[in-house]
């Protein structure tokens, strides 16, 4: 099948799918309306790049970044109808890998990776002009980067510096993401090295980022108080199964922190969550998926008293999203509200009527499991709770061949 039959045919199994304009040029995505079981709505951004993201502004409007399936500059869809509509904004020509976004009181960021490095792009006008430079030379960093944004307005960027596995360092701008000079190392060799870094979280206590650790072992928080200087590390979980499912993630809830990852039991992936009010110590962890169900890429979101956890889930029996007989698994996203130190309350939702992902999820490096790597899914996918109270979703449906980015939003 060719790309377009491909695109046409996971097209025609959305309804309401919106138009794509001419690379570059704004368009509209349009509301899909929901089958008779879609729990959530669902809007159709179009042709899918991998780990869309989702962030809400100050403002209040909707935000979501995401590779170019291309291989042109990130594209930001912006919505003021709470994710019924979006606009499309081109944020430059440059090829892109790995891109996040972080909003601030009138400002628009963005990172992506690429070829010596990341760059940040800042918007001043809502996504309809941007302006692009490279990093410093002495902060020229590498996959996986996450940006972040404190009530002071200062602007942080966290990766690994390319070719360079033993550290993970941060950059903070004082002048709305036009300039960063190096700060600390969130982990490094001689400081609870680590694996893969997760997101990058500004709070009331600091700013604080999760990450694997103690060599796939363990789930580790990183946390500085003095705007990236200097940083202080603990242990949320360590497990002799191995919590190197790719990335914990982390958000702030009105008690704290709250850390979600996902580690086997009884030969099933499931998603556990742990949390803290100081960053410092860990409440016992509390599984979140059902046991009937293989479950990973755990995402938190939360806002005042209300918590969420989303993640990816299928019924096949998998201690690995690449183990044997992965290729048999259709996955679905899933979300469980939480209550701030991640107990469940009630069962978990799904957030679509049918699959959004065949066949294994691959990390960057896994066992394979008989099936060739199906990377379209990528390694996450992010969600928030919007100024309403209501659960936003970002993700890649795909059919195996093709992808399309969709925002799912609790009705």
């Known amino acids: 099948m060719t790309r377009g039959a491909a695109l046409l045919a996971l097209a025609l199994l959305l309804s309401g799918c919106a138009s794509v304009g001419p690379s570059g040029s704004p368009t509209r995505a349009t509301q899909a309306t929901p ?68 909003a601030a009181s009138g400002a628009l960021f963005v990172t992506q990776l690429g070829t010596s490095g990341n760059v940040v792009s800042v918007s001043k006008d809502g996504g309809q002009s941007w302006q692009t430079s490279p990093l410093g030379p002495q902060s020229q960093y590498f996959d996986r980067e996450w940006l972040g944004v404190d009530d002071a307005g200062h602007v942080y960027i966290v990766s690994r510096p390319r070719g360079d596995n033993t550290a993970s360092q941060v950059s903070r701008s004082d002048d709305n993401g036009l300039t960063f000079l190096p700060q600390g ?80 039991v009884d030969g099933r992936l499931a998603v556990f969550a742990s949390s803290s009010a100081d960053g410092a110590s860990w409440s016992a962890p509390v599984r979140v998926s059902g046991k009937g169900e293989s479950a990973l890429e755990p995402w938190p979101a939360a806002r005042g008293g209300t918590a969420w956890i989303a993640y990816l889930s299928t019924d096949v029996p998998l201690d690995a999203g690449d183990a044997s007989g992965a290729a048999n698994a259709r996955w679905t996203p899933m979300a469980a509200r939480v209550d701030a130190h991640g107990a469940p309350q009630g069962a978990p939702r799904a957030l679509t009527s049918g699959p959004v992902h065949p066949g294994p999820v691959s990390p960057p490096v896994g066992r394979g499991g008989g099936a060739a790597p199906n990377r379209l899914f990528g390694d996450f996918f992010t969600a928030i709770v919007d100024s309403r109270g209501k659960l936003v979703v970002a993700l890649e449906k795909d059919d195996g061949t093709a992808s399309r980015d969709l925002v799912l939003r609790e009705p």
């Not at 594209?75 to 509509?85: E, L, P």
């Open 35 to 102: 089958g008779a079981s879609a729990p959530f709505l669902a809007t159709d951004l179009g042709p899918g790049g991998p780990e869309p993201v989702v962030r809400l502004t100050p403002e209040g409007a909707l935000a979501v970044a995401a590779q170019d399936p291309e291989g042109g500059g990130p594209r930001v869809w912006i919505s003021h109808d709470q994710g019924a509509t979006f606009a499309l904004s081109r944020v430059n020509a440059q090829g892109a890998g790995e891109v996040d976004l972080a």
């Open 185 to 264: 190392d969130p982990w490094d060799a001689a400081h609870e090295p680590g694996l893969t870094n997760g997101n990058l979280v500004p709070w009331s206590g600091g700013l604080s980022m999760p990450y694997v650790c103690r060599d796939g072992a363990g789930v580790c928080v990183a946390t500085s108080k003095d705007k990236g200087v200097t940083w202080t590390r603990s242990l949320a979980r360590e497990s002799a199964a191995g919590v190197a499912h790719v990335y914990a993630s982390l958000a702030a809830t009105s008690s704290g922190l709250l850390v979600a990852w996902s580690e086997p």
